[in-house]
């Protein structure tokens, strides 16, 4: 199984309009986000900068799926956007269930976090 196929036998592709909210901060985590066409930004509410938003593409979520705390962060779309949703219920599963497919993933999640990362940091003001 290829990293696409992984991908697609747990995730959903999902469509968003422009300034769609797709979670808010300190809502509990139900997924982890990946921004494939358009663009969304994340805005922080509990720094002093309360206005700073960094938009772009990527992978949004990540952390708090994992380890199952609160969005630290709202994501919403700058544009018109398609995304790639992984349930948080299929990626705990797949973890728990399938070591090989696991570890797969988590080097796809791992490695397109990073891309997104730095992608965003290097648009940041």
């Avoid at 797709?22 to 663009?39: K, Q, S, T, Y």
């Amino acid at each position: 199984v290829d990293d696409a196929e992984m991908l697609a036998k747990i995730s959903t592709q999902v469509e968003f309009p422009p300034n769609h909210l797709i979670f808010r901060a300190n809502e509990e985590p139900a997924a982890v986000w990946m921004v494939l066409h358009g663009r969304a930004c994340i805005s922080f509410p509990d720094r002093e900068d309360v206005g700073t938003k960094i938009c772009g593409r990527g992978i949004f979520g990540l952390t708090e799926t994992i380890a199952g705390i609160p969005y630290q962060e709202s994501l919403f779309t700058d544009s018109y956007c398609t995304c790639t949703r992984v349930d948080r219920e299929s990626l705990i599963e797949l973890l728990e269930n399938e070591h090989d497919a696991s570890w797969t993933l988590l080097r796809v999640l791992s490695r397109n976090y990073l891309k997104s990362v730095r992608n965003l940091a290097s648009k940041r003001p």
